[in-house]
């Protein structure tokens, strides 16, 4: 993995002198993703130039370093990610008569653009992938991001001007750019807890959505265009269904895993896979040790709080499968600690709590090895998000039921009080009954006015439901999970609800939350359930081959079986969570309420005081759990004070913390 940025000035907006300088700024913001080379391409002239952070993977010699010059001399390339299949895209070229100077994907990739054009070659591609290519002769430049979004791409177009980088603080450096907070974008946020694309916090910047093309040439705007669409894919799946039997499917997965987990194992660095013992991750260390004649590293974090530790299941797995593995228990301070750091790794407004342990397993990865696979991806692609089944149950139930009846009992739950529910409650017995009850009844009581299984979704992927209320001035942009169109194309909820979540809360929260705490500390992240033929593959199979009655993950688990039993992974799913709430009522309340006093919310001038105050003190005083709504305001106050407050600088980051292995390695 590395770090990309760029300029490209068809306004004359730059002095010959200082466009390699302000890429070369640029690229320093960057220094995390790419530690162990740097380098910058400019030609004046046209007023363009490119920068480049590298974390060397594949053919660490000279031969690999980027911004890299096309053989023929018409392209230049700066490139984050891995192309899986470059082997075989290097072997097709020399047939062609292309010849290498080195070995890395990098040469394979600009040799391709130049032999088959961006398009085709991108079509083509096996990977991650986010890179800018530079074409001399046209006076073009390409900007490209892969199929699924696991790499990402930012942009903004002023007045002729484009900058481009890996992540925001690379834009935030050059001094063209009228920086301005979007508050229609904030409003999304608080919503979805991350600011969904092709939007950023910041007005007149845009991510590069998945499997998209940018193209930019003088004197026109740029445009995008689409090489691969997750959409269409899963529409195309379901319209033509796979006639095979159960053994078959699981053949054919196990063949396409293997070949996805075999390609992403080559690295000339050392390499592992994160493990928690879940479904998704067990599977791909077990095709990984499969692929391997000696033990994979494997790395799992626990946290003492009860509940929230999996480590216990990862290690049984891990000792099933043979694997090297490292484990790692954790005080909830070692995780507090980091809080206070999360604006600047996270360099917009981001709020999913597991950014705290995906970085701190990532930063624990990283002192064994320097590419970790992950199994990001399953749950969507399988069905196994447990809100799946909740939803579609809840759905059909509450359409049994006319409207005005379904009112009429949500205003009887809501007549009584979260806290004289519990106490109403008091005498059933745990097993029949959720923690906190009351809050519980209260939550069923919102869900049950609503009209229909797609206001049901939204209301379950919304963590603030009327944002524009919270945000004075604003409105919400409206994407794709408004869009009634999509309840026409996939009639099934469940299909529906996946096809949501891989288009949206994937990129734009699973894989930024993994590229951000990974490149933290310059760990590659790999993700071969997310290899786009195994998209393709799992849109095609019978809904059966996902869910049997309430089993997720059914054809995954039956290539799991056959590497570990069921009993070491068969448990209620538990997620990678915090305990969020506990702490913003304990160890982190002080830092929590000093960011939504009503004087530093009026301050800010973005966010309504009263709402938030009144739930910080519902949520303190245990009446109802406001814990994930809460942090959504405090990451975005947290990371207005870093970046937008007085003194706020773009600074290399700093060099993250070493885990102390070995107070709290088991």
């Known amino acids: 993995m590395c770090g990309i940025c760029g300029i490209v000035d068809f306004g004359g907006h730059h002095a010959p002198g200082d466009l390699a300088a302000t890429a070369a700024a640029m690229s320093n913001t960057l220094a995390h993703r790419g530690p162990d080379s740097e380098g910058v391409w400019a030609d004046t002239a046209a007023g363009v130039a490119l920068g480049h952070r590298r974390l060397a993977i594949v053919d660490l010699t000279p031969t690999g370093r980027q911004p890299m010059v096309s053989a023929d001399g018409r392209y230049v390339i700066t490139y984050n990610g891995e192309i899986y299949n470059f082997p075989a895209l290097r072997a097709e070229l020399e047939t062609l008569g292309r010849r290498f100077r080195g070995r890395s994907d990098t040469e394979a990739l600009v040799e391709a653009c130049a032999a088959w054009g961006v398009e085709s070659t991108a079509r083509r591609l096996i990977g991650i992938f986010a890179f800018a290519l530079w074409d001399r002769f046209e006076r073009r430049l390409f900007l490209v991001r892969d199929h699924l979004g696991v790499k990402p791409l930012y942009y903004g177009w002023f007045n002729g ?71 269409a894919a899963a529409r195309a799946g379901l319209a033509e269904p796979l006639d095979i039997g159960p053994d078959e499917a699981t053949d054919q997965l196990e063949s396409l895993l293997s070949d996805a987990v075999a390609r992403q194992m080559i690295s000339d660095v050392p390499l592992g896979a994160f493990l928690s013992g879940g479904i998704d991750s067990s599977s791909v260390v077990a095709l ?112 049994l039921l006319p409207l005005a009846l379904r009112r009429g009992v949500s205003g009887a739950i809501r007549a009584v009080g979260t806290e004289r529910w519990d106490r109403l409650l008091r005498g059933v017995p745990s097993r029949f009954k959720p923690a906190k009850p009351g809050d519980k009844l209260h939550k069923l009581a919102d869900v049950l006015v609503l009209a229909g299984p797609d206001e049901i979704y939204r209301r379950l992927v919304s963590h603030w439901d009327e944002p524009e209320r919270l945000v004075p001035g604003a409105r919400e942009p409206r994407g794709i999970v408004w869009d009634e169109r999509v309840a026409g194309e996939f009639p099934n909820f469940i299909d529906r ?165 070995a107070r709290g390695e088991r």
Not at 206 to 213: E, Y
Not at 538 to 550: E, H, I, S
Request: glycine share 6%; aromatic share 12%.
């Open 161 to 231: 001007l484009l900058i481009f980088g890996s992540e925001l603080k690379a834009l935030r450096a050059h001094p063209g750019w009228p920086v301005e907070v979007d508050r229609d974008a904030l409003a999304a946020f608080l919503r979805f807890n991350y600011v969904p694309a092709p939007y950023t916090i910041y007005r007149g910047v845009s991510k590069l959505q998945p499997g998209s093309i940018l193209t930019a040439e003088f004197d026109r705007a740029p445009r995008v265009t689409q090489f691969w669409d997750a959409y």
């Open 288 to 399: 990984m040790q499969a692929a391997s004649a000696r033990p994979v590293r494997t790395f799992t974090i626990g946290f003492t709080e009860a509940g929230f530790d999996e480590a216990r299941h990862a290690k049984q797995v891990a000792a099933h499968l043979g694997t090297d593995h490292t484990e790692l228990y954790l005080e909830a301070r070692q995780a507090l600690d980091l809080v206070p750091r999360l604006p600047d790794w996270f360099d917009e407004p981001f709020a999913d709590s597991s950014q705290l342990p995906t970085y701190l397993v990532s930063a624990m990865t990283r002192e064994r090895v320097t590419v970790a696979l992950s199994g990001d991806g399953g749950d969507e692609l399988f069905a196994g998000y447990n809100r799946y089944l909740w939803s579609d149950s809840l759905a059909r139930a509450t359409g």
């Open 497 to 661: 609800m996946q096809l949501l979540d891989t288009v949206t809360y994937l990129p734009d929260d699973i894989l930024t939350k993994l590229d951000r705490a990974s490149m933290a500390v310059g760990l590659e992240a790999r993700v071969p359930l997310l290899d786009h033929r195994v998209v393709e593959f799992a849109w095609r199979l019978p809904r059966r081959f996902k869910r049997r009655g309430r089993i997720s993950k059914w054809l995954l688990r039956q290539v799991l079986y056959r590497h570990v039993p069921p009993a070491l992974v068969e448990r209620p799913k538990m997620g990678f969570g915090v305990p969020l709430g506990q702490w913003l009522r304990g160890p982190l309340r002080d830092w929590a309420e000093a960011l939504v006093t009503e004087q530093r919310l009026t301050d800010g001038a973005f966010i309504d005081p009263a709402p938030i105050r009144q739930v910080w003190e519902q949520h303190q005083s245990n009446k109802r759990e406001w814990g994930y709504q809460l942090w959504g305001v405090l990451m975005f106050q947290a990371w207005h004070e870093r970046w937008m407050g007085p003194g706020a600088t773009v600074r290399p980051r700093e060099t993250p913390p070493t885990l102390a292995l």
